[in-house]
């Protein structure tokens, strides 16, 4: 496995010289670290103060909504004024040069599509996106909830149209993600450690399809033994750098 950035330029332009480049960009909490969004089970940041599994489950939402939505609300607000960083903006120029198709994302945050990608996955929802508990009517907020818990005009309780801890991920949307990923030549995995199924999954799924591996992140992950390319450092730093070299070289 490589760990420098030529090694990295190489591989991309390789596959580029061949014909057109079918990849994908698996991104997670990493990503959005450098817009201020603090993970769900960060160190620091906002949700530090609340336990995870008390918030994080469909019984516990309904056992006490108020106390979950005040989490979700302060969640929603920080979200909807954070911006996207350089690593994001970075992606959509990938996208744009046609270095990239998908973006499959386990964030919630709509930092993608601020930034201005297209085709992103948001396999874990997305928390300005609500839904009513009863009649299913979706909406997206432009600021947070005013009144707490919110309802419906139905009667119903709206939630965030996020997946929650013990729910199913959206089957479709799964489906999507899995083809993506057998049909892949090249996957960056961007910011993430990608641990939980089925994000975990998808690397291995393109590694055995004969697709390249190229990791942007802080530290080495599980999939560091699948990777053809590992660059360490923080990918708001490290993929600017790379979409220079590969646009200008
Ligand atoms: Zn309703």
């Keep these: 496995m490589n760990s420098d950035m030529e090694s990295c330029i ?21 990503i959005s670290r450098a817009s201020n969004i603090p993970t769900f089970r960060g160190e620091d940041g906002l949700w530090e103060k609340y336990n995870f ?14 106390k979950i939505w005040t989490f979700y609300a302060e969640g929603i607000d920080l979200i909807l ?5 350089p690593a994001h903006e970075s992606i959509t ?7 990239c198709k998908y973006i499959i994302t386990q964030n919630i ?14 396999i874990h929802g997305n928390i300005t996106r609500i ?11 432009t600021e947070p909830p005013k009144e707490i818990p919110p309802m419906c005009k139905c009667g119903g309780m709206l939630r965030p149209d ?6 199913q991920l959206p089957h479709e949307l799964i489906n999507k993600a899995f083809d ?9 995995i961007v910011g993430t450690s990608a641990e939980v199924v089925p994000a975990a999954t998808l690397p291995y799924i393109s590694k055995k399809n004969g697709a390249k591996i190229i990791i942007f992140n802080k530290e080495k992950t599980e999939h560091v033994q699948i990777a053809d390319c590992f660059i360490a450092g923080k990918c708001e730093e490290s993929l600017p750098k790379f979409l220079n070299m590969l646009l200008n070289q």
Aim: with cysteine; proline share 2%; net charge positive.
């Design 10 to 30: 190489k591989i991309v332009k390789e596959l580029k010289r061949k014909g057109t480049i079918n990849a994908y960009v698996l991104t997670g909490a990493g």
């Design 81 to 85: 004024n954070a911006k996207p960083n």
């Design 93 to 99: 120029k990938l996208q744009d040069h046609g270095f």
């Design 131 to 141: 839904r009513c508990m009863k009649c299913n009517e979706k909406q997206i907020y």
């Design 53 to 66: 599994e008390e918030v994080a489950t469909i019984d516990a939402w309904l056992k006490n909504p108020t």
């Design 180 to 188: 993506i990923a057998k049909k892949a030549d090249l996957v960056f």
């Design 162 to 167: 996020v997946v929650l801890f013990n729910e």
């Design 109 to 122: 945050d709509s930092l993608h599509q601020k930034a201005g990608s297209k085709d992103v996955l948001e």
